[in-house]
């Protein structure tokens, strides 16, 4: 290793969250997170829904330190030492002649890093935050390390941070295989399409709560694996059969299909959660009404209009099989949860703020104004209207896989000190 003390290398990536639409739940392996079945998911545009970090590395820092939205969190865990030991047995030399700087491979043994993570939407809310999160440290860490890998092979770390996390190594749809052999070399990600594939669908994600989950899903998948009979059942005989018929579906780019099955995966998890001993409770209310708003629409018009999915977490991800499509959602969903009086509708719907046109919606008052729903019109008494029940809705599309940012006012920390800005 050459350089003064003084010099500080960098590396800042973008990584998008990814939405399984047939649900990843249970573990054949706790200390390498290995699944019980395959899983396939959709990344989101990381425009809307991503983790940006930043890593850096001198000889003038003394630890491994790390902090996630400005708050310094420890590095001690597992996962997170996993990732690390993975990332330093492989990366290779590294030599910047303009900067003076020489890495050689055992060096890398020896260096410590910084590590400073930001997340555009809540954490630890069931929108997939650990996913983009461990994605993005993996990405970036290799691009820092100079890393000689694939991205299923990127993937195969990334999985060993959190599960879902090595499906955000790509973008469009994602497929997780389970693998086999014992020391989960062959449980990776593979793209089953790009995010070009199927440009016509729109997503909605309706923010239900941004508060922390009372379970997460570690202990979840856990307790589930020990008492849910449901499960068995599941993971030999249901998702089978579904992760083929999805993979046809998203070929052919088949909406009634993909609806169908990705609503009825949504739901057999929150089912299997509910057959744990003690029961899970990831929905609440808002949830069960926003399916039910989405059931009654599709049955009224005899074909699916949208398909809906929850994760661990309240929080509903709509799918809608166009920008028509996806107005004419949103317009259901301002009426059945319109915003309190006092808020403003660009904090209320981000994102692609386009649908809000399309919808017919310029103010708060055009909110006020619409219309019950046609599939509800001679309900009586009419559907309630449930203002402060959504926190907010992001308009989002199918997105890319994770990208380097190579502008340094895009750095989350100082070049300088490699101490967050």
């Given at each position: 290793?050459?350089?003064?003390?003084?010099?500080?290398?960098?590396?800042?990536?973008?990584?998008?969250?990814?939405?399984?639409?047939?649900?990843?739940?249970?573990?054949?392996?706790?200390?390498?997170?290995?699944?019980i079945n395959d899983s396939i998911s959709m990344t989101l545009d990381p425009d809307h829904l991503s983790t940006t970090t930043t890593v850096s590395v001198s000889p003038s820092f003394d630890s491994d330190r790390m902090w996630l939205n400005g708050k310094e969190i420890s590095l001690s865990g597992d996962r997170f030492q996993n990732c690390l030991r993975e990332l330093r047995s492989r990366a290779s030399d590294f030599e910047d002649n303009e900067k003076g700087i020489k890495?050689?491979?055992?060096?890398?043994?020896?260096?410590?890093?910084?590590?400073?993570?930001?997340?555009?939407?809540?954490?630890?809310?069931?929108?997939?935050?650990?996913?983009?999160?461990?994605?993005?440290?993996?990405?970036?860490?290799?691009?820092?390390?100079?890393?000689?890998?694939?991205?299923?092979?990127?993937?195969?770390?990334?999985?060993?941070?959190?599960?879902?996390?090595?499906?955000?190594?790509?973008?469009?749809?994602?497929?997780?295989?389970?693998?086999?052999?014992?020391?989960?070399?062959?449980?990776?990600?593979?793209?089953?399409?790009?995010?070009?594939?199927?440009?016509?669908?729109?997503?909605?994600?309706?923010?239900?709560?941004?508060?922390?989950?009372?379970?997460?899903?570690?202990?979840?998948?856990?307790?589930?694996?020990?008492?849910?009979?449901?499960?068995?059942?599941?993971?030999?005989?249901?998702?089978?059969?579904?992760?083929?018929?999805?993979?046809?579906?998203?070929?052919?780019?088949?909406?009634?299909?993909?609806?169908?099955?990705?609503?009825?995966?949504?739901?057999?998890?929150?089912?299997?959660?509910?057959?744990?001993?003690?029961?899970?409770?990831?929905?609440?209310?808002?949830?069960?009404?926003?399916?039910?708003?989405?059931?009654?629409?599709?049955?009224?018009?005899?074909?699916?209009?949208?398909?809906?999915?929850?994760?661990?977490?309240?929080?509903?991800?709509?799918?809608?099989?166009?920008?028509?499509?996806?107005?004419?959602?949103?317009?259901?969903?301002?009426?059945?949860?319109?915003?309190?009086?006092?808020?403003?509708?660009?904090?209320?719907?981000?994102?692609?703020?386009?649908?809000?046109?399309?919808?017919?919606?310029?103010?708060?008052?055009?909110?006020?104004?619409?219309?019950?729903?046609?599939?509800?019109?001679?309900?009586?008494?009419?559907?309630?209207?449930?203002?402060?029940?959504?926190?907010?809705?992001?308009?989002?599309?199918?997105?890319?896989?994770?990208?380097?940012?190579?502008?340094?006012?895009?750095?989350?920390?100082?070049?300088?000190?490699?101490?967050?800005?």
């Amino acid at each position: 290793m050459s350089g003064g003390r003084e010099w500080i290398r960098m590396a800042t990536a973008r990584t998008p969250t990814n939405i399984a639409v047939i649900k990843y739940w249970g573990k054949r392996d706790e200390n390498l997170i290995l699944p019980i079945n395959d899983s396939i998911s959709m990344t989101l545009d990381p425009d809307h829904l991503s983790t940006t970090t930043t890593v850096s590395v001198s000889p003038s820092f003394d630890s491994d330190r790390m902090w996630l939205n400005g708050k310094e969190i420890s590095l001690s865990g597992d996962r997170f030492q996993n990732c690390l030991r993975e990332l330093r047995s492989r990366a290779s030399d590294f030599e910047d002649n303009e900067k003076g700087i020489k890495i050689e491979k055992k060096d890398w043994e020896k260096l410590h890093i910084h590590i400073a993570s930001y997340n555009n939407f809540p954490t630890a809310a069931g929108l997939a935050s650990s996913a983009a999160g461990f994605a993005c440290l993996v990405f970036a860490l290799a691009n820092l390390m100079n890393v000689k890998a694939s991205q299923s092979h990127l993937s195969a770390i990334a999985r060993q941070g959190s599960g879902s996390a090595c499906r955000s190594l790509f973008g469009g749809f994602v497929k997780w295989i389970m693998g086999k052999d014992a020391d989960g070399g062959d449980s990776v990600a593979v793209q089953l399409a790009n995010e070009n594939h199927w440009s016509d669908l729109v997503i909605i994600v309706a923010v239900v709560s941004a508060h922390q989950k009372e379970t997460s899903s570690t202990s979840g998948m856990r307790e589930t694996v020990e008492t849910s009979a449901l499960l068995q059942h599941r993971e030999k005989v249901v998702v089978p059969k579904r992760i083929v018929e999805m993979e046809k579906a998203i070929e052919a780019r088949d909406f009634a299909s993909f609806a169908q099955l990705t609503c009825a995966d949504s739901n057999q998890f929150h089912a299997v959660c509910l057959d744990t001993t003690p029961p899970i409770f990831y929905m609440n209310n808002t949830s069960h009404r926003i399916i039910s708003c989405i059931e009654k629409w599709n049955e009224a018009e005899g074909a699916p209009q949208v398909a809906y999915t929850f994760d661990a977490g309240p929080n509903a991800v709509m799918v809608a099989r166009d920008r028509k499509t996806a107005a004419l959602l949103l317009q259901r969903m301002l009426y059945y949860f319109p915003p309190q009086s006092e808020s403003h509708l660009d904090s209320y719907v981000v994102g692609d703020k386009s649908i809000l046109k399309e919808a017919g919606i310029v103010g708060i008052s055009d909110i006020e104004g619409l219309p019950v729903p046609p599939e509800v019109k001679d309900r009586v008494p009419p559907p309630p209207r449930s203002k402060g029940e959504v926190s907010y809705f992001i308009c989002t599309r199918i997105g890319r896989g994770p990208v380097l940012l190579t502008d340094d006012g895009q750095a989350l920390l100082e070049p300088n000190t490699g101490l967050p800005k």
